[in-house]
């Protein structure tokens, strides 16, 4: 590596000294269950449409661990062999089709009512103590099968719960299991202002904050949205040029 990166701590930096080559382990929870399609309306309107599309697929994770050692923190760059790439704002909107413009996402991270804000919003809850996250279990079980006489309200709640597990099991995965945080229930409270944040951004940050903190060579495994390493040429082109 060059003088771009001088940290010890960087994987790249242990490489030779590895008894064993570190792959690191991803984090994908898809969807698992069908797409109703009397909710496509919605979701194209709160900007997911294209994004509920993602289907499952695997990972090579020694392919993203090589290209993990190749990553710059400074510069949130790939440093290869054949110059500088990276994942932009642009990779995000053509692959993903999310929103890059408008609203940061963020919110507040403790919930005071979950339940009462499950009730509201999804008119169900899975307890009616404390907590802060939603089950992809809990999501599956309650919004899998959309009767034939469901409601618009029913339809829109089953909308929010289909977001929420994509949210938490694709776009925006972390490494602490399968599940996602109430604060982007709040966000879905209204689908036809949800598209006036720039979730493509919020994606985006948080898979450079993961190649940042997988570079370090403790690190085991790796959350964020891991597809979009397919617009780093493609992970096998990319990889050849690397050895």
């Not at 496509?40 to 661990?65: K, V, W």
């Not at 959309?146 to 938490?168: D, F, R």
């Not at 776009?171 to 602490?176: G, W």
């Amino acid at each position: 590596m060059d003088s771009l990166t001088d940290s010890t701590n960087h994987i790249s930096s242990s490489i030779n000294e590895m008894v064993e080559y570190r792959a690191l382990e991803g984090h994908i929870h898809s969807v698992g269950f069908q797409l109703d399609e009397c909710l496509i309306p919605f979701l194209e309107l709160a900007g997911f449409g294209s994004a509920a599309l993602i289907r499952t697929f695997n990972l090579r994770h020694d392919l993203i661990s090589a290209l993990v050692e190749r990553w710059h923190p400074e510069t949130h760059t790939f440093h290869l062999s054949c110059g500088e790439c990276t994942i932009t704002l642009e990779d995000v909107a053509l692959q993903l089709g999310l929103p890059i413009d408008g609203n940061a996402v963020t919110g507040v991270s403790l919930i005071s009512r979950p339940a009462r804000l499950c009730y509201d919003l999804l008119g169900r809850s899975p307890s009616e103590g404390k907590f802060q996250t939603l089950k992809f279990s809990w999501l599956k079980a309650n919004f899998e099968y959309l009767p034939s006489t469901a409601t618009e309200l029913e339809v829109m709640q089953a909308v929010q719960a289909y977001i929420m597990h994509l949210i938490g099991g694709v776009l925006m995965p972390d490494t602490h299991g399968s599940e996602v945080h109430l604060m982007c229930l709040l966000l879905l409270s209204n689908l036809h202002n949800t598209r006036s944040y720039s979730w493509g951004s919020a994606v985006l940050a948080i898979l450079y904050r993961e190649l940042c903190r997988t570079t370090d060579l403790s690190a085991v495994d790796i959350g964020g949205c891991l597809i979009l390493f397919a617009v780093v040429g493609s992970l096998s082109d990319a990889i050849l040029v690397i050895h």
